[in-house]
Nanobody, 122 residues
Framework: QVQLVESGGGSVQAGGSLKLSCTASRYIFRNCDMAWYRQAPGEERKLVASISVDGTTIYPESVKGRFTISQDNAKNTRYLEMSSLNPEDTARYSC????????????????WGQGTQVTVSS
């Protein structure tokens, strides 16, 4: 079993920046694909960034150039660095790990973190 804990959310004015953290209870990011999702009230959960085990990243157009995934392997932590935030970025952000495209024995599972709230005011 793996626990994922997000932190770093908060309130920020438009144009500001935040850095979210997703810390895993054990060293697992090397073996799992990982993604950040967000969900605003009344809306579906949407992908905002993903990174595969080979380091390939994907960002939707809505956040491309503003959001970046980074990592600190020594801390079992992946980050979502967000800049030029706008009110449309307001949502609860969650991290998610899942099996890679080429399966491996170390990551047969899927886990979500509990999420962290980001609120951007105009």
């Amino acid at each position: 079993q793996v626990q994922l804990v997000e932190s770093g959310g908060g309130s920020v004015q438009a144009g500001g920046s935040l850095k979210l953290s997703c810390t895993a209870s054990r060293y697992i990011f090397r073996n799992c694909d990982m993604a950040w999702y967000r969900q605003a009230p009344g809306e579906e959960r949407k992908l905002v960034a993903s990174i595969s085990v080979d380091g390939t990243t994907i960002y939707p157009e809505s956040v491309k150039g503003r959001f970046t995934i980074s990592q600190d392997n020594a801390k079992n932590t992946r980050y979502l660095e967000m800049s030029s935030l706008n009110p449309e970025d307001t949502a609860r952000y969650s991290c998610y790990i899942y099996p890679p495209e080429t399966p491996n024995d170390q990551c047969p599972f899927r886990y979500w973190g509990q999420g962290t709230q980001v609120t951007v005011s105009s």
